[in-house]
């Protein structure tokens, strides 16, 4: 297997997170791995290590700064209290801080998240010229949605087929509004599946088939852009 090493990193204005890199010397393209709502839990920090297995310097930012929800109610919780413009500069400086390292290759910087974080992956498109792709899993769109006429390089989304977090209007705009401003994008809906879909702890939500397609379809897209 390939050797992958990792550390607890700082950035910017006081942004922490978890750093994940592929082993040798060469330089390496950088993806960058927003949260869901329970925060940087062992889920988030296992994307970020198989992005690394992929050849892949792959940084999760912890936007609860060390805390972590157990309980949905919890969650829900710390992200109504979690303040989104501090987290968008977070983002901004995680994508600074992958910009400027010596070991960064390629062209630009990807972006992925899940719930919370596919729609502050978004985000991030929009306000940092650094990302270069963008691949969010079931996010609600950037306000204003216009905002998408910043980004710079394609985007790739996944949705669940029943998912009341981010739903057929959700998606539905988003095309409208990429399709709008010029915007590369695709749009892929899986039958059957529940929002969640690619989270292999939650049981209730997780589907392999569904996962393993988009996991093939996001390094598709970095590899072909990064």
Same mark, same amino acid.
């Given at each position: 297997?390939?050797?992958?090493?990792?550390?607890?990193?700082?950035?910017?204005?006081?942004?922490? /997170?978890?750093? @994940?890199?592929? =082993?040798?010397? %060469?330089?390496?393209?950088?993806?960058?791995?927003?949260?869901?709502?329970?925060?940087?839990?062992?889920?988030?920090?296992?994307?970020?290590? #198989?992005?690394?297995?992929?050849?892949?310097?792959? &940084?999760?930012?912890? &936007?609860? +700064? =060390?805390?972590?929800?157990?309980?949905?109610?919890?969650?829900?919780?710390?992200?109504?209290?979690?303040?989104?413009?501090?987290?968008? #500069?977070?983002?901004?400086?995680?994508?600074?801080?992958? @910009?400027? #390292?010596? %070991?960064? %290759?390629?062209?630009?910087?990807?972006?992925? =998240?899940?719930?919370? =974080?596919?729609?502050?992956?978004?985000?991030?498109?929009?306000?940092?010229?650094?990302?270069?792709?963008?691949?969010?899993?079931?996010?609600?769109?950037?306000?204003?949605?216009?905002?998408?006429?910043?980004?710079? /390089?394609?985007?790739?989304?996944?949705? @669940?087929?029943?998912?009341?977090?981010?739903?057929?209007?959700?998606?539905? #705009?988003?095309?409208?509004?990429?399709?709008? +401003? %010029?915007?590369?994008?695709?749009? +892929?809906?899986?039958? /059957?599946?529940? +929002?969640?879909?690619?989270?292999?702890?939650?049981?209730?939500?997780?589907?392999?088939?569904?996962?393993?397609?988009?996991?093939?379809?996001?390094?598709?897209?970095?590899?072909?852009?990064?």
């Amino acid at each position: 297997m390939t050797e992958i090493t990792t550390e607890n990193v700082t950035f910017g204005d006081g942004g922490t /997170g978890f750093l @994940a890199s592929p =082993g040798g010397s %060469g330089p390496s393209p950088a993806v960058i791995v927003i949260q869901e709502w329970w925060g940087l839990d062992a889920h988030i920090k296992d994307v970020a290590q #198989r992005f690394a297995l992929e050849g892949f310097i792959a &940084l999760a930012p912890d &936007l609860y +700064h =060390g805390k972590v929800a157990d309980e949905p109610s919890e969650a829900q919780k710390m992200m109504m209290a979690l303040d989104m413009n501090r987290a968008a #500069r977070e983002l901004i400086g995680a994508a600074e801080y992958l @910009a400027s #390292r010596p %070991g960064l %290759g390629g062209r630009g910087i990807g972006a992925t =998240g899940f719930c919370m =974080g596919g729609g502050l992956a978004l985000t991030l498109a929009c306000d940092n010229a650094h990302v270069k792709a963008v691949a969010p899993f079931y996010g609600v769109n950037p306000s204003p949605i216009d905002k998408v006429a910043n980004i710079t /390089g394609p985007v790739r989304a996944f949705y @669940a087929e029943h998912d009341q977090f981010a739903g057929q209007s959700v998606r539905e #705009r988003l095309a409208e509004a990429l399709t709008k +401003h %010029g915007k590369r994008h695709e749009i +892929h809906v899986y039958p /059957g599946t529940q +929002h969640a879909f690619f989270n292999d702890t939650r049981a209730d939500a997780y589907d392999k088939g569904a996962a393993t397609d988009a996991w093939g379809r996001v390094l598709a897209l970095f590899r072909e852009n990064l």
